[in-house]
């Protein structure tokens, strides 16, 4: 620093800071030798806290607005030292300006797939990204765990140790909250906010708070999710006989309107394609309704599983032929209360007809004795 920038600092009273950065959390203002003039004015905007530091000590936390930094408006930096000479003289202090806005848009996901136990598939893993907010909620407790003496502390800094966190508390939240996976979708902002509240405390000793935590996708490893592919094809395609129809119709639409563009092999494909379609009408009944072949049977259901709940524990699954064991061996009763996918919170097992059959079969209680 030149002889011209110290003297024009010397008579600088005016301390403040614009961010146009919109990443920085933390930012020290400079002076020469940390000098601060008594009487200079501090202004601290919406958004921003300032931080004074005096002699490696916090003395006070400034919120928005105009101060002279004198006695009478800073009592607890008066009480840290004895000001002898007037407080005429410039004391050496530092004043941090603190980012108390939100910063957004940030993100984070799982680097290795999440195990867990889904009642229909059984176990699996999953992945999942999001994006979250973070603010500063304690400007001096952020500074004295975190900032410490970095002059310009960013969000860059951080981060990574807040994705850390959001991974662990995920992980542990969606593997103990026992609903399926392809139900995941319909519950990610309840989710969201429960990962948010769990990650509150640890983010408290920090002196930072997250308003918002978002999963925008839940997603399954590529084979799994190419086999949910095939059964919802198979499902959608329903009559194969149809579509074989269907699509021959069109294949032979293509080729007329392009009798010039394979030469004969345009002409042979509509020919074999009009035998063909000739053969089929010949198979029509005698109104010209053509005969529909048998369809397949379709794929078997599958089967469920149950959950029972016990002395405030959850046990399973169990499928209904376990359960029929369950009920002769005296370990299941009707008022035992079972859950499965789907199902509308726990109920007994009397009052779900699948599991009611299964106590039927015992006999009744025996008739009294008439004997006197």
């Known amino acids: 620093m030149g002889i011209l920038d110290f003297l024009i600092g010397e008579f600088i009273d005016v301390i403040h800071w614009v961010d146009d950065t919109r990443d920085t959390m933390v930012w020290r203002f400079e002076r020469e030798e940390h000098e601060i003039k008594y009487g200079a004015k501090l202004t601290v905007r919406e958004g921003q806290a300032a931080v004074f530091v005096h002699e490696g000590q916090i003395a006070d936390v400034f919120t928005p607005g105009l101060y002279m930094l004198e006695t009478n408006n800073m009592p607890i930096l008066t009480t840290l030292n004895h000001w002898d000479h007037g407080f005429q003289s410039p004391f050496k202090s530092e004043i941090y300006y603190v980012n108390t806005t939100r910063f957004n848009d940030l993100k984070w996901g799982t680097k290795n797939p999440i195990i867990l136990r889904d009642p229909e598939f059984g176990p699996v893993r999953i992945r999942s990204y999001g994006t979250y907010t973070i603010r500063v909620s304690d400007p001096a407790k952020f500074l004295t765990e975190i900032v410490g003496t970095d002059g310009e502390f960013t969000m ?93 119709a069109e294949a032979m639409t293509a080729a007329a309107r392009n009798p010039s563009g394979g030469g004969g092999m345009g002409a042979g494909l509509g020919m074999g394609m009009g035998i063909a379609m000739a053969g089929q009408m010949a198979q029509a009944g005698p109104w010209g309704a053509q005969q ?77 004795s008439d004997k006197v």
């Open 156 to 248: 860059d800094e951080i981060s990574y140790q807040i994705r850390n966190i959001i991974v662990q508390e995920f992980s542990r939240v969606i593997a103990s909250s026992g609903i399926p996976v392809l139900d995941m979708a319909a519950n990610t902002a309840d989710l969201g906010k429960l990962v948010a509240a769990e990650i509150s405390g640890t983010l408290e000793n920090y002196g930072l708070s997250m308003p918002e935590l978002y999963i925008e996708n839940i997603s399954l490893p590529a084979s799994v999710e190419e086999a949910l592919d095939k059964r919802s094809s198979m499902g959608l395609a329903g009559d194969l006989g149809k579509f074989t129809q269907y699509s021959a």
């Open 292 to 368: 529909q072949p048998a369809s397949p049977p379709p794929p078997p259901p599958v089967e469920k599983v149950w959950h029972i709940a016990e002395d405030g524990e959850t046990k399973g699954p169990f499928s209904r032929a376990a359960l029929g064991r369950m009920v002769g061996a005296g370990s299941l009763s009707r008022e035992t209360y079972v859950w499965t996918a789907g199902q509308d919170g726990w109920q007994k097992a009397e009052d779900i007809s699948e599991l009611a059959q299964l106590f039927t079969v015992l006999p009744p209680p025996p008739p009294a």
